[in-house]
């Protein structure tokens, strides 16, 4: 592998462990550039570890130095690697981009015999894949993501035109027919993408018509619940929330909007918010927080929040709410200021985590970048700063970064893996949050939920 002269700083410096100075922190008196420099030279030194010790497997074990498979339980299908590369390319890190690419093309193949989750295949696979392609224009890679959605597609051949859970990618074969409003309706950005880039309306039009799918089953509130039965419409829980399994149906409602001016996304969207903020908001201490309810009558059923949840600042901020957006997320950074790291469930109520593990998480940083898209005041920085080096105090370890098993212990207990998203989120939102690269458009993009860079790349 060719290494420029700035990976090859980069290298050195993540390999002590220090933050890079000199000019660039001369030129720049908060200290922005230095701290992207020190993003970058984290994600180069993981990258260093992942190829070492990991290369074209799924998710690298970090403190092991092995590894395991997801989506796929036995094969391994590059996640991680895929997942990294358009943050490689936007860091400047483009041997090692060149390197993925060169992989990806030689040596993923997905005719395997095999199940995986439709969703989750979907943001991360088809997503880095198209991101990559947004990055470079390689047409392998777009022809990679039109491969991999032809063989999810078999999941949406159902009444309600909601997909099945899982898929196998070699046989078609579909599982598990109750599934969530996130695992059905997270694809319009990257199937809308496939279908402008192929000419072929199936993608965009399977992925609108699933959403819809899910919105016209609302209830009378305007709420949406946990879990339905995507063979006959039928509602299997009463939970709302916008956390864990609803969080992205929102987030894609409003970008189905953003990324292809579809008014009725956008309708959709302003409706399902309206009801949240009607039925669902709750300050406490002053805070806001918001609770889960029965989606039928209104009423509060719990109080625990999902660390998931913490990326909703920023969509209520890119919708229109933007007051309300940063509450929220100030309410999740006082969070992180008492726990270093979040846990992944908290009760507001309480003042208390209900689980105190934490899966290498991005959304506050990803909130924190949402806002500072919208008005660059440096405080969305800020969080984001802490977000990140409360990460390098705490999650690094021998082989890269790890997920936390108890962020209450001090020092924090470590876990031991990397999750693919580490790779296509945290990372690309730090540093696209402190450096003002000139590859991003900071004025016109768009990000997805795994935050795949489909829109902004400035070649
Ligand atoms: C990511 O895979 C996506 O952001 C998804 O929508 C939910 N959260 C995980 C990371 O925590």
Not at 205 to 230: C, E, G, P, Y
Request: negative net charge.
């Amino acid at each position: 592998m060719r290494m420029s002269r700035r990976e090859i700083m980069a290298g050195t410096i993540a390999a002590s462990g220090m933050v890079a100075c000199g000019a660039a922190h001369g030129a720049d008196a908060t200290g922005w550039q230095a701290l992207a420099q020190d993003v970058k030279a984290q994600m180069a030194w993981a990258w260093d570890q992942y190829k070492a010790h990991a290369w074209g497997k799924d998710e690298i074990k970090p403190v092991s130095g092995t590894f395991s498979s997801f989506p796929l339980k036995t094969h391994h299908l590059g996640l991680s690697l895929v997942e990294a590369l358009d943050t490689l390319w936007v860091m400047g890190l483009d041997s090692r981009f060149e390197d993925g690419v060169a992989w990806v093309k030689a040596d993923l193949d997905f005719a395997v015999d095999g199940e995986v989750s439709v969703f989750e295949t979907s943001i991360r696979l088809i997503g880095g894949l198209l991101s990559a392609h947004h990055a470079c224009g390689d047409a392998v890679l777009l022809a990679k993501a039109r491969d991999l959605a032809d063989r999810l597609l078999p999941a949406f051949a159902t009444p309600t035109g909601m997909p099945y859970r899982f898929v196998n990618l070699k046989t078609g074969a579909v599982r598990e027919s109750v599934t969530s409003p996130a695992d059905i309706a997270t694809y319009l950005p990257e199937w809308g993408t496939l279908s402008r880039l192929t000419g072929d309306p199936r993608y965009a039009d399977t992925a609108r018509k699933a959403a819809t799918a899910v919105f016209d089953r609302r209830s009378r509130l305007d709420l949406v619940a946990t879990q339905i039965n995507v063979l006959n419409g039928a509602w299997q829980s009463r939970r709302a929330t916008v956390g864990s399994y609803c969080d992205s149906f929102f987030e894609y409602l409003w970008d189905g909007w953003q990324l292809f001016g579809d008014a009725e996304c956008k309708r959709m969207y302003d409706v399902c918010t309206a009801a949240i903020l009607k039925h669902q908001q709750v300050w406490r201490d002053g805070s806001l927080w918001f609770a889960d309810v029965d989606f039928e009558t209104g009423q509060v059923v719990s109080a625990e929040q999902d660390e998931l949840a913490a990326f909703y600042g920023g969509l209520l901020a890119q919708g229109g709410a933007a007051r309300i957006g940063a509450a929220y997320v100030e309410s999740w950074a006082k969070v992180q200021d008492r726990y270093g790291v979040l846990p992944e469930g908290y009760d507001y109520a309480a003042a208390q985590p209900t689980q105190r593990g934490n899966a290498l998480r991005p959304e506050l940083a990803d909130a924190a970048f949402n806002l500072w898209l919208l008005d660059r005041n440096p405080r969305w920085r800020e969080i984001g700063r802490t977000h990140f080096l409360a990460m390098k105090r705490w999650n690094r370890a021998a082989y890269g970064y790890t997920d936390i098993a108890d962020v209450t212990a001090r020092p924090m207990l470590q876990a031991d893996h990397c999750p693919g998203y580490w790779w296509s989120e945290q990372m690309k939102y730090y540093y696209l949050l402190f450096s003002d690269t000139p590859r991003f458009d900071y004025a016109n993009n768009y990000l997805s939920t795994e935050g795949n860079v489909l829109l902004g790349f400035r070649r």
